[in-house]
């Protein structure tokens, strides 16, 4: 709202410079967003959804008003007098939509407006057109009235009806765009077709032009919703429209007609025929609230002194009268029907408290009445997350949690669609996530753009599966499986450096035995895939992105990707919790032994750790892997893996003898589960 | 003809200066070889040539280059056995090489700055919560004073489903949250007041991709409800969080504004960092001195009706920043979008 200075003055004689002008309504809640000096200097304020009143200049000078305690001067009006009305039949079929619709004939002489008139309305940002519309503009601007006017001569059968549209009715709107209605639309008609979209934008065929000798000005009340509805359906936003989906005043329509006939008689371009007509079946009563003195130092942590509260209310056009209870001091306030903001007695509060000053409200600080909760688990589980991946050397990523379709489908499951948005911004983002690792893949190949060879990510964040929302972690390595140092021995990233900093984060989660099934996904490539589980629950997966779909996203198709991605929610539900019970340290020394036997290639190092643990006396501490080798001296189709062993009892030091006895039993159950030959 | 005694001069300067060059054994190896070889070293040549002096001036010439000779001698000694006390131990690393720093990540900025809240707010007894990003109508809208065609739902573009979704919360969602405010409506209808928390998390609105605007962003959501919570709570709350955020040299102010779930409402501005708050030919501010950085204000009623708190007993206020516009004014970064492009170049500026 371009509030033009000079005008501000015909309601209010601010002495205040323009910049003081600008900085106190600023204060009040009208955030300025430039102030232009110059003849006419404008203050360009953004309105809040809430104050359509202040899309005015009356509504910024009942503010200024109040501000330096000036009297607010009313501009010139001119009601027609009472009488007989011009022969135009109005009637409004919905009145619904349509609450209140004041119309009164002039005769009028439309050339060009005065200057005066001209000036204001530009500096205001309007084009000057004609008397006619450039006077529907200043009243307007000035009253925040939206009127238009109509051709008489246009208009069939004398008659105006305020109606919904016929389905698929027909108009062609003043922009010059042939228009289909819709049956929710209210439209001005005549005795034959629409003539208007009521509240949004006239019609051409009923235009005012430079031969039009009689117009009907309408002035009316409008639904809020129901324009808001329209403008939207007809992707046309007026200055009309905007004001009355945020709502005018339901008493102003009069005053529109006779500041208009005021400013038309003035500028010597026309005279009203006939009295007003009114229609305003149901009345709206104002609203009245009591505003209690307690409840605005309740609110607002400070006492405002009793005379501040009609000294800022009544010059913003509230009603206030002594409130009667001895008990409760405080005022009844009658609401004016222009402030549609304000419908309760907070409401009252803000009004007291924005002209009171919220720069002299002291800084105080909520009683603590009870000790805090602690932090949302899923907090922690994601700070712990962030913090185990970073030590594994992934940085953290943050990407969109819509992407486009096809990056998405191969990370769908069989069969299933993600989730889509109704109204996405492009086809960029056109689906739901199903998991974090197309984004993060892309993020990868943003690097490698960029000449990065080395890249770590992860991401902790939202995705979208048939089950609908969850949580889960995603990391992606390619390049080096170290950081590249003049010691030389790098090593690109393998399969294994991915599954290590999965056990990490297993690890950290108290997780300490996951185990890993090989598994078929479509992303991943075939044998490099495997899902983790936490006893019965499947975490999540791991394995190198399948060739194919790196090339696409804009990785190199010949070089092994890794990426692994799990289920948070299962993750912090699998974690160890707070249970932790520290053992005592072992007493007697372990024994420890090594075997090496030829096996199976085929056969997985997990099932001969099986076999072992299965076929080992409950002294057996631990067996882990330490070699694995194929080629030369092992036969085709064989491999020699090689175990260590650690045994250890803890009533007595073992011996020797129970030590080998426990590793024949071992070999004899190796070779006769998978046929292992030791070497 | 030359003249001897100024030859061994010259070779003397010569000397010297050749062996100021010189550093390290094998450099000073390569300068006694030079000097004192006895075959083709300068010395022996200089000796060489006296043969062409007079007869009776060879004697005390021979002594010249002989003193010259030992002069050079017991120099180089000194100096390498200067050099071989200089000599690193045996098995010495060369401590100017690099290192091999552990492959150590980093975390997003957004995190560094969304923990740094969190734990401002920790600290003033805050709960920190965490809930759906899919979320229904009611929580994202009408529990908050915003009816169906309610005029400030233009405020928030809203991104919607094309069919339901089920949410975290097990509830059908329609839309992508506009503002973690569904969090706290929710956390209000499963507990009583008292009420103090901040709901941090990702939301989503329909806003093209420019400078300062991305169709997702971090958003940090407060509440406090009890028997006695004041707008001057509000602003003593936030002027502290304010300014232990940003250095308690930033003034802060403290405007009226309008958002429909709270009322009275309020914006925080902190003087603008670009130019001191003098707000001259400063395009970061937009020549105001000041810079918008919350929203906030007093419970509305109806919110507190809606999740069925008694709005007479019950005041409460609720604040709302959003987190990468607090990194664009605290570390000066001029497009929002690198926030989420990954770029290491980007994310490497900032701490472990």
């Known amino acids: 709202m371009k509030l033009v200075y000079p005008w501000l003055r015909d309601f209010v004689r601010v002495t205040e410079d323009v910049e003081t002008v600008a900085r106190e309504l600023g204060l009040r809640g009208f955030e300025v967003a430039s102030v232009e000096q110059g003849a006419h200097p404008v203050i360009d304020f953004e309105i809040t959804a809430n104050r359509p009143d202040c899309l005015s200049h009356l509504g910024l000078a009942r503010e200024a008003a109040a501000i330096w305690g000036l009297p607010l001067q009313m501009p010139g009006m001119a009601m027609p007098a009472p009488g007989p009305a011009e022969d135009l039949d109005v009637e409004i079929a919905d009145t619904d939509l349509c609450p209140r619709y004041c119309v009164q004939v002039f005769e009028v002489k439309n050339g060009p407006s005065p200057a005066f008139i001209r000036e204001r309305l530009e500096a205001a940002g309007i084009r000057a057109i004609s008397a006619v519309v450039d006077v529907t503009n200043y009243v307007m601007l000035e009253l925040g009235q939206p009127m238009h006017a109509f051709d008489l001569d246009r208009i069939e059968g004398r008659r105006l009806v305020i109606r919904r549209a016929v389905p698929g009715e027909p108009l062609r709107t003043l922009d010059g765009l042939e228009r289909a209605l819709e049956a929710d639309m209210l439209v001005i008609a005549d005795a034959s077709r629409a003539l208007a979209v009521g509240g949004v934008m006239g019609g051409k065929d009923s235009e005012t032009g430079p031969a039009t000798t009689r117009i009907a000005l309408e002035s009316a009340y409008f639904q809020p919703a129901s324009i808001r509805r329209t403008s939207k359906g007809l992707g046309l936003k007026t200055e009309a429209s905007s004001r009355f989906e945020r709502g005018t005043d339901v008493n102003a329509p009069p005053a529109g007609i006779a500041r208009a006939a005021a400013l038309l008689e003035r500028i010597g371009a026309g005279r009203p025929l006939g009295s007003l007509i009114d229609r305003y079946p149901s009345p709206t009563r104002p609203l009245q609230i009591r505003l209690r003195a307690a409840r605005i130092a309740r609110v607002l942590g400070q006492e405002v002194p009793p005379a501040d509260v009609p000294r800022i209310l009544a010059p913003l056009g509230f009603l206030v009268a002594e409130g009667r209870d001895a008990d409760e001091p405080g005022w009844l306030i009658t609401v004016p029907t222009f402030r549609v903001d304000v419908l309760r007695e907070v409401d009252l509060v803000e009004e007291v408290a924005r002209h009171f000053g919220f720069d002299r409200l002291p800084s105080t600080f909520p009683v603590l009445s009870a000790p805090q909760a602690p932090l949302d688990p899923r907090i922690l589980r994601d700070r712990l997350l962030r913090q185990l991946l970073t030590t594994a050397g992934f940085s953290e990523s943050m990407t969109f949690a819509f992407i486009e379709r096809e990056a998405a489908m191969p990370f769908t499951e069989p069969g299933g669609q993600p989730p889509a948005i109704a109204n996405p911004l492009s086809e960029k983002f056109a689906v739901l996530r199903p998991s974090l690792l197309p984004g993060l893949i892309d993020s990868c190949a943003h690097n490698r753009r960029r000449g990065r060879k080395d890249v770590q990510l992860f991401e902790t964040g939202s995705r979208y599966t048939s089950a609908g929302e969850g949580r889960a972690a995603a990391f992606c390595w390619l390049g080096s499986a170290v950081p590249p140092h003049w010691s030389g021995s790098g090593r690109l990233v393998d399969f294994f450096d991915m599954k290590g900093a999965l056990e990490l984060v297993c690890a950290g989660f108290g997780v300490h035995d996951p185990h890993f099934a090989a598994v078929d996904r479509a992303y991943l490539a075939p044998g490099r895939a495997a899902e983790v589980f936490a006893g019965d629950v499947r975490l999540g997966v791991l394995g190198q992105l399948a060739p194919v779909l790196a090339e696409a996203r804009g990785l190199p198709a010949g070089e092994e990707i890794y990426v692994a991605e799990l289920d948070t929610e299962l993750l912090g539900r699998a974690a160890a919790g707070d249970t932790l019970r520290a053992e005592s340290l072992p007493r007697f020394p372990a024994i420890v032994r090594d075997v090496s036997v030829l096996v199976d290639e085929a056969l997985p190092a997990a099932a001969v750790r099986g076999t072992i643990r299965a076929a080992a006396p409950s002294t057996l501490a631990s067996v882990v892997e330490f070699d694995r080798y194929q080629g030369k001296g092992i036969p085709d189709g064989r491999i020699s893996l090689s175990l260590r062993l650690t045994f250890r009892s803890a009533e007595r030091t073992m011996t020797d003898d129970e030590a080998q006895d426990a590793m024949d039993r071992i070999v004899a159950a190796l070779a006769r589960e998978h046929a292992a030959e030791q070497r | ?352």
Request: net charge negative.
């Open chain 2, 1 to 352: 003809m030359t003249d001897p005694a100024r030859d061994i001069d010259a070779l003397r300067t010569q000397f010297a200066e050749e062996l100021a060059r010189a550093s390290g054994e094998p450099a000073l190896r390569a300068v006694r070889d030079r000097y004192l070889a006895r075959k083709g070293g300068l010395v022996s040549a200089l000796l060489r040539g006296l043969g062409a002096a007079p007869a009776e001036e060879r004697p005390r010439l021979g002594q010249l280059v002989n003193a010259l000779k030992q002069e050079i001698e017991t120099t180089l000694d000194a100096r390498a056995s200067e050099a071989a006390g200089a000599r690193p131990p045996t098995g010495a690393v060369d401590v100017t090489l690099p290192g091999r720093v552990p492959g150590t990540g980093h975390r997003h900025p957004l995190t560094l700055l969304r923990e740094r809240i969190e734990m401002i707010f920790s600290r003033m007894g805050f709960l920190v919560i965490e809930g759906p990003e899919l979320e229904d109508d009611y929580h994202n809208f009408e529990a908050l004073n915003m009816p169906p065609e309610h005029p400030a739902r233009d405020m928030q573009d809203t991104l919607y489903l094309a069919a339901p979704v089920r949410s975290l919360a097990g509830s059908a969602a329609t839309l992508l949250r506009t503002h973690t405010s569904g969090m706290q409506i929710r956390h209000m209808e499963t507990h009583p007041p008292p009420v103090r928390l901040i709901a941090p998390g990702r939301v989503y609105r329909r806003d093209n991709l420019d400078l300062t605007h991305t169709p997702m962003f971090t958003q940090v959501e407060g509440l406090v409800v009890g028997d006695h919570v004041t707008l001057a709570d509000l602003k003593g709350t936030l002027f502290t969080f304010v300014r232990e955020l940003f250095g308690e040299d930033r003034q802060v102010r403290f405007r009226p504004s309008f958002f429909p779930y709270t009322e009275p409402s309020a914006e925080v501005d902190i003087s603008c960092g670009a130019c001191g708050g003098t707000g001259i030919d400063c395009s970061m501010c937009k020549r105001t001195g000041w810079l918008e950085i919350l929203g906030s204000g007093m419970v509305h009623p109806a919110v507190f009706e809606a999740v069925g708190y008694d709005p007479e007993r019950y005041t409460g206020f609720a604040f709302g920043m959003g987190i990468e516009r607090v990194a664009l004014l605290k570390w000066g970064v001029e497009d929002i979008r690198l926030f989420y492009e990954n770029d290491f170049r980007f994310l490497e500026q900032f701490p472990l």
